[in-house]
Each structure stands twice: as C-alpha cells, then as structure tokens.
C-alpha cells in the first residue's frame, strides 16, 4: 500500500483487499500511531499480512510485538522487503528472510542480520538531486549549493518540536529546491513541491504546528 496516512479508506481497503500492506515507523513519536493502523488494517481484513520498518522500527522492534503485525523489517529493508513479498507470494519459510523479526504466538524471532548495504547505487534514487557522487568528491557534494541552502537555514524552525523541512516547513524545503536548482530524478517528485502531496504537507504541517506552538509556549 502506498499511501499518506489520513487517506487510509477503509472501502478501499476491503475492495482492494491487499495480501500484504507496510507502515513506515521512523519516529519514536508515530508508535501508538503505528499500532492503530496496523489494528485498523487488521479489523477490516484479517488475511493482511501487516509488516513494517523505520528507524525506531530498526532499533525498539519489541515495541511493535502486537498480535496485529506479522513482522518488523530491521535495518535497510531495500532488499528484504522485496524478498517478503516474493516469499508470501510463493508460500515460502519466512524464517529464511535474514532481516526480519517475526511476530509468533511463542515471542518474537528473529531471522538473523542481513548485510548492510555497500553502495548507495543499489538504493532507490532520491526525488531530487544537484549532484553525482560518482563524478564528485564527498567534500564537493557538501559544499554543493544544496547542501549550503539546507545548512544556512538550520535549525528550520524555532520550535525545536517542528524540525523537519518537508513536514514541519514545507516551504523551506521549496526555497531549498528553488535556491539551489535541484532536478527531480523521477516521474511524480514534483508532486512533494506542488500539487497533491504538497496541499497534503501544508495542511499536515499547519495542524501540527498548532499543537506544537501551543506546547512550546507552555
């Protein structure tokens, strides 16, 4: 399933009926938040199989042993997460996928480290770029006008709970786009700068910082 997290319909998900959907937890914040989608998604079609991944994901996967996720994709899920999805396909041993923490009736297992990544190449490009590592050094790339436009603005808000360029300031990230000259690398990247996605980053943000200016004043 790919999508944001207000636009889960839950008809669209009985009609659709997905044989497996995927949460991205990379905060400590989004757990309780991470759970409830996951029962959410559970309640409406038990035959999911719920698994999910992220940085608090990776590093407190005990946090997510909850009778409504299957699994915890540990560390970089570039190559295990495509290997789940051919293992549920084929009804193979998931205990097979190294990377995985499984959620069993007994407790969690885990199926043994995978090896990380050697090469940013193997990795999905990112949705913008200014550079090439391969034809730079890493000090010219950090001195590239995109990383200097990012710099100069850090931190991106005075309200340390609203840190975020893209979903806490969605505007400093266009001024950062802007002012540097990045290129989108893929069909749809624009749509984080304007249209759908970015109406999307701009209410999100808008909401949040309510709350969040209410509580730093406090």
Request: glycine share 6%; proline share 6%.
């Amino acid at each position: 399933m790919d999508l944001l997290i207000g636009s889960l319909s839950s008809a669209e998900v009985q009609e659709f009926r997905p044989a497996a959907a995927g949460i991205s937890c990379s905060f400590t914040i989004d757990t309780y938040k991470t759970i409830e989608i996951a029962r959410s998604l559970k309640q409406l079609c038990k035959e999911i199989f719920v698994f999910l991944g992220g940085h608090h994901a990776s590093l407190n996967y005990s946090d997510f042993f909850d009778p409504a996720i299957d699994a915890v994709v540990v560390n970089e899920g570039e190559t295990t997460t495509p290997e789940l999805i051919n293992a549920l396909e084929g009804g193979e041993d998931l205990t097979k996928i190294p990377g995985l923490i499984l959620n069993l009736p007994e407790g969690q297992f885990f199926t043994g480290e995978r090896q990380s990544l050697s090469s940013l190449d193997d990795v999905p490009f990112p949705d913008r770029a200014v550079d090439n590592i391969n034809a730079k050094s890493l000090l010219e790339v950090l001195k590239s006008p995109l990383c200097a436009a990012y710099q100069k603005r850090q931190p991106f808000n005075s309200n340390h709970l609203r840190p975020c360029p893209i979903i806490d300031n969605p505007q400093t990230l266009r001024d950062i786009v802007r002012e540097s000259g990045t290129r989108p690398t893929h069909e749809g990247a624009e749509t984080v700068l304007e249209g759908t996605v970015a109406n999307y980053l701009d209410n999100l943000s808008l909401a949040w910082g309510k709350v969040a200016d209410e509580i730093w004043k406090s």
